[in-house]
C-alpha cells in the first residue's frame, strides 16, 4: 500500500467525521422495517445520484427467482420495495468491487422500551442509537461514505465498484438474490454485514424445522388411557439436545473454536393441547439449526431426520405413530466461506493494519449471511466486515459506537483504492 496516499485517505474521513455520523443518522431516523423499504431506498437513490454513480433501481420479479434453490417466499409481497445498486465506473484495467448490505430491519416494537425512540438516531456515551443501527445501517453508511471520500480527493479507481442495498434480507434475502440475477458481480466483494470490524471469511448457515407428534387423547379422568404428546414431545426435545452435543463434538472449523455458537441447535417452540381436561393429541415442536460453512443443508436434513428415527423406533407409540419432520415452512439458509487466505481477505487485513496499527480479529460470523449468494452463485469472493455489533442485531436500545464506524469507513475507503488499483 502506498502509505502516503493512505495517508491522505485516513485524514480525509477524519475531517469529514460529523458529515459521516449524519449521514448515518439520516438512515437510522427513516423507518425501514421489513415491508417499508421503499422511503430509504428513494433517500439512498438520490444520494447516489448527487454522488454522480450510476443508479439502477428496480422492483424484484419474483417470478424469475422461484425456481433457485435458495428461494424463500417472502411473508410480505414485494412490489414496491425497490432494490437500488449505484455503480462507480473505473478507469479500466483494475479489479471490481462489490459491496453489499441490506436496508430493512427487524420491528421496531415495543416503542416504549426504547430509551430515545426506535428511529432517534441520537448519539450518546459514544455510541450512535436507533434500529437498525447496528444491524447494518452502520455497514451502509460505511461503504457509501468510503466512496464519497475517495471522490472528495479525486482518487477514482482504475476497477468498477458496486454498492448494492438490498430489501428483504431479514426473513428471505431476495434483495441479493435479485441483485445476481440480475448480473451483478465482481473480483471481489465486501457484505458489510454486523462484524465489529472482524474480518469474516466466513458465515454459518441457519435452518429451521418443524416435528409434528402424534398421541392418542382422552378425557382427563381417563388419562391412563391416553398417549400424551407432550410427553412424546419431551423425548423428542431430548433427542434435539443429544444431536447438538453430538455435532459440536464432531465438527471443527479453524474459524470457530469455540464452535458452541456456530451450532446451536434446539427446540424454540412447543405448541400442544386444546382443552385444560383433555391429554394432548399432538404437539407441534419448532426449533432452530446451526450449520458449519460447508455442510450441505440436504445432509444436515437428514441428520436431524435420522436421530428424531432412532428415538421413534425405540419408543413402543411412537415406533407405529412416527414424527413428522418438516423444513418447507422456514428459513433455510446454508452458510458460506471464501479461503482465509484469499486476496480480497489479504486486502482488509492489510487495509485494517494500515488504519488501526495492529492486526485484525479474523474470525467467522455465527450468523447467516448474503454470502451465500454472492459467493456460490454470483461468482463473487466475498469476505464480511463491518462496524455492526453483533449481539445488538435486533436488541432493543440497538446502537453501533461511532468509532467503529469511523473506522469502517477508513478501512473500507483504503480498500476500495487499494483492491481496484
Sequence with gaps: MRSEVNQQILDAVDSQREEIIGFLQKLVQINSVTGQEAEIQEFIAQNLHDMGLAVDKWEIDMDSLKDHPLFLSPDIPLDGRPNVVGVWRGTGRGRSLLFNGHVDTVPIEPVDQWVDGPVSGVVRDGNLYGRGASDMKSGLAAMTMAVAVLQGLGLRPKGDVFLEYTVDEERTGLGTLACVERGY?????????????????????????????????????????????????????????????????????????????????????????????????????????????????????????????????????????????????????????????????????????????????????????????????????????????????????????????????KVLALAIYNWCN
Aim: proline share 9%; aromatic share 6%; net charge negative.
Design 185 to 409: 458481480k465482481a473480483d471481489a466483494g465486501i457484505c458489510c454485514e454486523t462484524s465489529n470490524l472482524h474480518v469474516m471469511p466466513a458465515a454459518i448457515g441457519r435452518m429451521w424445522f418443524t416435528i409434528e407428534i402424534q398421541g392418542k387423547p382422552s378425557g382427563i379422568s381417563a388419562r391412563w388411557e391416553s398417549v400424551s404428546a407432550i410427553e412424546k414431545g419431551m423425548k423428542i426435545v431430548d433427542a434435539v439436545d443429544d444431536l447438538e452435543k453430538m455435532r459440536i463434538e464432531d465438527l471443527k472449523h479453524p474459524l470457530y473454536p469455540d464452535n458452541r455458537g456456530a451450532l446451536p441447535l434446539a427446540v424454540t417452540m412447543f405448541d400442544s393441547g386444546t382443552f385444560p381436561s383433555i391429554t394432548p393429541e399432538k404437539a407441534v415442536l419448532k426449533g432452530s439449526f446451526g450449520m458449519m460453512p460447508y455442510e450441505k443443508v440436504e445432509d444436515v436434513q437428514q441428520q436431524l431426520i435420522d436421530q428424531i428415527d432412532r428415538i421413534a423406533r425405540s419408543d413402543p407409540w411412537m415406533r407405529n405413530h412416527p414424527p413428522q419432520v418438516s423444513f418447507e415452512d422456514g428459513l433455510i439458509c446454508p452458510g458460506a466461506e471464501i479461503p482465509a487466505d484469499h486476496p480480497i481477505v489479504e486486502t482488509m487485513k492489510a487495509a485494517f493494519v494500515a488504519t488501526a496499527g495492529e492486526q485484525p480479529t479474523i474470525s467467522g460470523r455465527k450468523g447467516g449471511a448474503d454470502t451465500r449468494f454472492l459467493i456460490p452463485y454470483g461468482e463473487t469472493p466475498t469476505v464480511i466486515f463491518g462496524p455492526g455489533v453483533t449481539p445488538q442485531m435486533h436488541a432493543m436500545n440497538e446502537y453501533v459506537p461511532v468509532e467503529n464506524l469511523i473506522v469502517a469507513t
